[in-house]
């Protein structure tokens, strides 16, 4: 174990959170605490209603560093046969499934929206890596889903394929998708990992990041 004093631990965590907030990712706690210093509401009200939506599933959460859908949760038992799911408030979730829970579950807030991690890369005039979604649907026609239904779920994505997303569309430009995050879904849905390189097989500039995002799988 790091032998870290304490201004050194605060310092990682620190970055830790900075990390994840760069990739749009938040633990139930670190979204509570931004939506407490963003509106009037209390950090502790926001995390149990956080927590409470993640164990019912209306809220999709990750395990830490994972980008597989955390199902299985921590139960208590209060009767014989009869249990319930409990969040931690670690879990981790997404900036756009957390903009969504604001607006369904809290439409009178006065709060900000989470940020857009591909807006932030622009404005510090980074490129934004993706491509468009007919790109999309023509790379994984087949899998999944075929053409035209890739592209009616592109269109109204689940919150696992808004993970996905690279940069938001307007009137004007399409949505960006990134495609290694694309596979990296269609493997957690129980897709091979053989047919998904085939795709990368066309799909130049994306090879490498589709290798380095699966590696553990391929130990």
């Known amino acids: 174990m790091d032998n870290l004093n304490e201004a050194e ?15 749009g990712r ?15 509401a209390s950090a502790d009200s926001i995390l149990e209603k956080l927590k409470k939506a993640a164990a019912t599933d209306r809220l999709t959460v990750y395990e830490q ?4 859908v955390l199902k299985n949760m921590p139960r208590m038992y209060v009767a014989h046969g009869k249990s319930f799911r409990f969040a931690l ?6 900036w756009s499934a957390l903009n969504d829970w604001l607006e369904k579950y809290e439409p009178r807030l006065d709060c900000k929206e989470f940020p857009n ?7 510090k005039g980074e490129a934004v890596r993706g491509i468009p979604k007919r790109e999309i649907m023509a790379a994984f026609q087949g899998i999944k889903w075929d053409y035209d239904h890739w592209g009616k779920n592109l269109a109204t994505p689940s919150d696992a394929l808004k993970a996905c997303r690279a940069a938001m569309g307007n009137k004007r430009t399409s949505a960006l998708w990134n495609p290694a995050d694309i596979a990296l879904y269609l493997l957690d849905e129980g897709v091979q990992l053989k047919k998904l390189d085939a795709v990368f097989n066309d799909l130049t500039g994306w090879a490498d990041e589709w290798r380095e995002k699966t590696a553990l799988q391929r130990n």
């Open 26 to 40: 938040y633990t139930l706690e670190d979204a509570a605490r931004f939506v407490a210093e963003n509106s009037n």
């Open 9 to 23: 631990l605060k310092a990682r965590h620190e970055q830790q959170a900075q990390d994840r907030r760069d990739a």
């Open 65 to 68: 560093g994972s980008n597989e």
């Open 89 to 94: 408030g670690d879990e981790e979730a997404y």
């Open 117 to 123: 991690p591909a807006d932030t890369y622009a404005a």
